[in-house]
């Protein structure tokens, strides 16, 4: 990494552990305290993230006060966006630039409910979703900044996602890739760990030797999410114990690119979906998929909505509730048509009797 992309990082040693620390400081702007060592996943996350803010937001100290680029340099430096994990914060801030990039120059309280419907109306409902969460965000700043009286997004519902939204892997593809890609490749490392683990590229990037914890009933992955911050104690699958033994101990992260560094994680899904064009999947076959999977497979083998949580690490039961449902719906009609063909007395029409 350049001395140019790491411009306005400042570093420090922590007096009572000895330990270095960074900051992103750039005149006139909040200081952002990273995360990590300069050069792993979280800390380059955290560093892009705030180096995307610093340039002058639309209209810079020119804005009009009211007006949408004012606001959205206000919600910048409030707590709630603050809270947000690095990469949740690098999502909201492609939104709310392209926004603004558009937008800046009209008053926010000229943004009536029709005019937002509209723009989510031409939008992908993927989209649409990240678009409507950014938007509600900079109006309820607005409305602390009295700006604004009352939220123009109330009353905005989306529209429905076609489907299930992300395609989940079945058995086949899973057993297609496989062959494509055997054991002690990369692909094949990366494709278990998303399998096994059940957690997000964001994680999954970042995971390495110094995530094993010992425990009496074997080995786990100890991490924290990004996305939700939570801590995550993971069984290692005998599949996933089996590639991981094959990984230099040498190595930061399991995963790494063919330079030897951790992936960035936009750079490991285009990796990854070269990786599936080359086993013959559709393009549906993403990562993601595989997390989806993981969860598929648990409900499947007949575990709770708190089962498949507890190994996914999902703070809201309703997408888990959609795998539970789905199974017990074919367990169900299994066993339904078991005793159907069980009582079933009459002969069939052409039979010979």
């Given at each position: 990494?350049?001395?140019?992309?790491?411009?306005y990082?400042?570093?420090?040693?922590?007096?009572?552990?000895?330990?270095?620390?960074?900051?992103?400081?750039?005149?006139?702007?909040?200081?952002?305290?990273?995360?990590?060592?300069?050069?792993?996943?979280?800390?380059?996350?955290?560093?892009?993230?705030?180096?995307?803010?610093?340039?002058?937001?639309?209209?810079?100290?020119?804005?009009?006060?009211?007006?949408?680029?004012?606001?959205?340099?206000?919600?910048?430096?409030?707590?709630d966006?603050?809270?947000?994990?690095?990469?949740?914060?690098?999502?909201r801030?492609?939104?709310?630039?392209?926004?603004?990039?558009?937008?800046?120059?009209?008053?926010?309280?000229?943004?009536?409910?029709?005019?937002?419907?509209?723009?989510?109306?031409?939008?992908?409902?993927?989209?649409?979703?990240?678009?409507?969460?950014?938007?509600?965000?900079?109006?309820?700043?607005?409305?602390?900044?009295?700006?604004?009286?009352?939220?123009?997004?109330?009353?905005?519902?989306?529209?429905?996602?076609?489907?299930?939204?992300?395609?989940?892997?079945?058995?086949?593809?899973?057993?297609q890739?496989?062959?494509?890609?055997?054991?002690?490749?990369?692909?094949?490392?990366?494709?278990?760990?998303?399998?096994?683990?059940?957690?997000?590229?964001?994680?999954?990037?970042?995971?390495?030797?110094?995530?094993?914890?010992?425990?009496?009933?074997?080995?786990?992955?100890?991490?924290?999410?990004?996305?939700?911050?939570?801590?995550?104690?993971?069984?290692?699958?005998?599949?996933?114990?089996?590639?991981?033994?094959?990984?230099?101990?040498?190595?930061?992260?399991?995963?790494?690119?063919?330079?030897?560094?951790?992936?960035?994680?936009?750079?490991?899904?285009?990796?990854?979906?070269?990786?599936?064009?080359?086993?013959?999947?559709?393009?549906?076959?993403?990562?993601?998929?595989?997390?989806?999977?993981?969860?598929?497979?648990?409900?499947?083998?007949g575990?709770?909505?708190?089962?498949?949580?507890?190994?996914?690490?999902?703070?809201?039961?309703?997408e888990?509730?959609?795998?539970?449902?789905?199974?017990?719906?074919?367990?169900l009609?299994?066993?339904?048509?078991?005793?159907?063909?069980?009582?079933?007395t009459?002969?069939?029409?052409?039979?010979?009797?």
């Open positions: 990494m350049s001395r140019i992309r790491l411009r990082v400042q570093a420090f040693v922590d007096r009572k552990t000895g330990l270095p620390y960074h900051f992103f400081r750039r005149p006139g702007f909040p200081r952002v305290r990273l995360p990590g060592l300069p050069g792993s996943p979280e800390f380059m996350a955290a560093y892009q993230a705030a180096y995307a803010s610093a340039p002058e937001p639309v209209g810079g100290g020119r804005s009009k006060p009211g007006s949408v680029a004012s606001a959205i340099a206000s919600h910048y430096g409030s707590s966006f603050k809270k947000l994990a690095p990469s949740s914060q690098a999502v801030r492609t939104v709310l630039e392209r926004f603004g990039r558009e937008h800046g120059d009209k008053m926010v309280a000229a943004m009536p409910t029709k005019f937002l419907r509209a723009l989510l109306d031409s939008m992908e409902p993927t989209t649409a979703k990240n678009w409507l969460a950014a938007i509600r965000a900079l109006t309820a700043t607005a409305i602390e900044l009295e700006l604004i009286e009352n939220d123009p997004t109330l009353g905005i519902k989306l529209r429905r996602m076609s489907g299930d939204g992300i395609h989940t892997w079945d058995e086949e593809q899973i057993a890739f496989e062959t494509a890609h055997p054991i002690g490749s990369r692909e094949r490392l990366a494709f278990a760990l998303g399998l096994y683990t059940g957690q997000r590229r964001g994680d999954v990037v970042r995971m390495g030797r110094q995530h094993i914890r010992r425990t009496p009933d074997g080995d786990v992955l100890a991490i924290r999410q990004q996305k939700t911050g939570k801590d995550m104690l993971i069984p290692i699958d005998p599949e996933l114990r089996l590639l991981l033994d094959l990984v230099p101990a040498t190595q930061m992260t399991f995963v790494q690119t063919l330079r030897g560094k951790p992936f960035d994680p936009h750079a490991f899904s285009a990796w990854f979906g070269e990786a599936c064009d080359k086993a013959g999947l559709p393009s549906d076959c993403t990562f993601h998929g595989l997390r989806k999977a993981f969860c598929r497979r648990r409900a499947e083998a575990c709770n909505v708190l089962q498949i949580a507890a190994g996914s690490g999902h703070t809201s039961l309703k888990v509730e959609r795998y539970t449902k789905a199974a017990d719906q074919l367990r009609n299994r066993q339904a048509m078991a005793l159907t063909m069980a009582a079933e009459r002969p069939m029409k052409g039979r010979a009797t």
